[in-house]
């Protein structure tokens, strides 16, 4: 069992579920035989979607569960009490060693919770950062911590540069990730109290290639692999760049759409275009990490389809080879008697 | 001299000066009679440009700064040690009420440090937020503070939502603008220490009309027309904004330049693109005005062309017009036992 990665997948978040969910596990077990899937959810829902493929069923076990958490429900609430939903009870699957990994496309915020009361944080580990992959002109950039606890302390900060580093280089296979920290300038005097405080500190850090502040003016050209920043900062750019990204294609397209001739003109560039903004969307990237976590959970867009399904779950097979969540425990401990 | 709008203008300021920065001058004076420029600067470069132009010799007058600041200067001893600078001096102008207005291209950092130093704020003014106007779907909206001076308090942000407000309305001419205070969701309780303290008081301020919370996704929208946030914060949100729109729009291009095909739809479809692009073009829209000081002093872009340039000077006018220094003074008198 120990080549196999093995993921439990919440068979009923997100906005397609469990059509897209299950057929995306499908696809994930059809191209890879080193993968388990634990299908979590209601069984009658699952199984009839699973009797539209053929699979190797040694590959997915449905779990059953008999609740499920709506994508606006307030989070903490929803964990504390739906013990029998799809997303505590695959997180449990985690939290109890019979799976290496948690896939879900179901509420953000109840997987920010549930990630760290139900699956736990890696003793030693301050706060689990939100690592969503971010677009670039070069590629992606993670950008972390886009999670729901603001107001981050330096030595939190410096923690979230050490997680990101090692998922870009281990799981992305990036060499040598370039660490920046977001800031208003280039020179180290400037920032606010919390940025001036921890850029010293990431200087000292020799496990990490950090390359010092980054404007977020240069985030889309891809000037860095990891993006520091404290959480209210780091939903402000995730949210702006999807936001500035959505209105600025569809205005592209009304324009395109404004006269005849430029209508043909669409016509004729369309497909060009197309292959450039499908570059350009977060979406084709897969999931987005929840990191420090014993185990990982992967949160994917709530609309996602099965390819971004299949991404994600494929994404963990990386995190359980590396062992990551070992290599953290080790960089923590290592880095404790120091900043602690 | 009592309707005329008295602009100093900082003649060697910015990538194109002085020739553009004169150009814009001549072609305010050309507009409106209503206006006088003082053009600040080197006598003989000045005096060579305006030879080139015909225009009323009343409107414009010359006045002499034998330094200049350089674009990368270090802001804080460029201020201090070149008292014979065009900035330094136009500044004073509005100091000695000689004008009412200061407009430059030059160095932004210089700019924030001698408006508060040089020109000074109103009495009352805790800091002066620098707010730029950004495209939106719509058409702009204000965002404030852009500053260097991050880490605001509450009380401050509030007052930048009033002087935001207060410049929407009567310079700007928009209606009982929205206000929204950026975060990270749109619940009250949601959001940064700073955010939740804020809030309340801004729901009470019967002055403005606050919509609540706005989060950065929505800005692009064009969901509200003043956008209250902490310095840190709008230097991210318009470095963002100015750095992923360039991206996408060359990402496009490069698209379209990608087949031949493509390149002659892009041909057809130029025009059209062209229009709409323009419109989410930051540089169409003049200057950043500093708000809160003895007099108004406005920014533009570096690369500033005549046309920016002149609606910089003319936006002056209604902030003559509508007394907006006055009326800040009103405001902050009326506000000051509950909230200093």
Redesign the interface.
């Known amino acids: 069992m120990s080549d196999i990665t093995r993921v439990a997948l919440d068979a009923m978040g997100g906005d397609n579920a469990p059509s897209m969910i299950v057929q995306g596990a499908i696809d994930a077990v059809n191209e890879r035989d080193d993968i388990k899937v634990f299908l979590v959810g209601k069984l009658d829902a699952i199984n009839n979607e699973l009797s539209k493929y053929t699979f190797n069923k040694e590959q997915i076990e449905v779990v059953e569960a008999t609740e499920e958490i709506e994508m606006a429900e307030p989070p903490v609430n929803a964990i504390k009490k739906k013990k029998d939903s799809s997303m505590v009870v695959g997180m449990k699957l985690v939290k109890d060693k019979k799976a290496d990994a948690f896939v879900t496309a179901g509420n953000s915020g109840a997987v920010l919770v549930g990630g760290q009361t139900v699956v736990g944080r890696i003793k030693g580990i301050k706060r689990a950062p939100f690592a969503p992959l971010i677009p670039?002109?070069t590629g992606v950039s993670l950008l972390l911590d886009c999670g729901?606890n603001?107001?981050a302390r330096p030595d939190q900060l410096v923690q979230f540069a050490r997680l990101g580093a090692m998922y870009m280089e281990q799981v992305v296979g990036i060499k040598n990730p370039k660490v920046g920290i977001?800031n208003?300038g280039a020179e180290e005097e400037k920032?606010?109290?919390l940025?001036k405080e921890t850029f010293p500190l990431l200087k000292e850090c020799t496990d990490i290639n950090f390359i010092g502040s980054v404007?977020?003016?240069?985030?889309?050209?891809g000037v860095c692999d990891v993006i520091v920043c404290e959480?209210?900062?780091g939903?402000?750019?995730l949210?702006?760049?999807?936001?500035?990204?959505?209105?600025?294609?569809?205005?592209?397209k009304?324009?395109?759409m404004?006269?005849t001739?430029?209508k043909?003109?669409?016509?004729?560039?369309?497909?060009?275009?197309k292959?450039?903004?499908k570059?350009?969307d977060a979406s084709t990237y897969g999931g987005a990490p929840l990191l420090g976590l014993e185990g990982l959970v992967v949160k994917t867009h709530g609309n996602a389809s099965n390819i971004e399904v299949k991404n994600s779950i494929i994404q963990c097979i990386a995190f359980k080879e590396q062992d990551i969540a070992n290599k953290v425990r080790e960089s923590i401990a290592n880095d404790s008697p120091k900043n602690d």
Chains 1, 2 share one sequence.
């Open positions: 670039t002109r729901a603001v107001d977001v208003i920032g606010n109290a940025v404007e977020s003016r240069e985030i889309p050209e959480a209210f900062v939903n402000v750019i949210k702006l760049y999807e936001g500035l990204a959505g209105t600025l294609i569809s205005v592209i009304e324009g395109l404004s006269t001739k430029s043909i003109g669409a016509l004729l560039a369309k497909p060009a275009l292959k450039t903004l570059s350009f």
